[in-house]
């Protein structure tokens, strides 16, 4: 199992994001403005990988559970660094790993 995983068409990496509990996906088409460093095991992308979206009434398919203090119709944020694997969560994340360091999960199955 590894950290990262490409699917070619287009080319794009997800890694399974610990303070949402879902996965985030990169765009990594040469000229889209982010860098991979091609590694599945250690990913690092540049620059930071922000994830925004809107709160959902809870109990509808969308709803953040991660992000339990955002209103309905109120922005929800993962803003981090990914670098050799680890997963550096920014302040302006709105889940309970903000500002924390975590070494990225491997893939769940």
């Not at 599945?40 to 398919?61: C, I, M, N, R, Y």
């Not at 920014?90 to 309970?96: G, K, P, V």
């Amino acid at each position: 199992m590894s950290k990262a995983w490409f699917d070619p068409h287009p080319p794009y990496v997800s890694f399974w994001c610990p303070g949402c509990n879902k996965d985030h996906t990169v765009n990594v088409t040469p000229g889209t403005g982010w860098g991979w460093n091609e590694s599945l095991e250690e990913p690092t992308f540049t620059p930071s990988v922000k994830v925004e979206a809107v709160q959902w009434s809870e109990g509808d398919h969308f709803y953040m559970p991660t992000h339990p203090n955002i209103e309905r119709g109120k922005p929800t944020c993962c803003h981090s660094f990914v670098t050799a694997g680890k997963i550096q969560f920014l302040a302006d994340c709105t889940h309970a790993l903000a500002g924390q360091t975590v070494e990225l999960p491997q893939r769940p199955e």
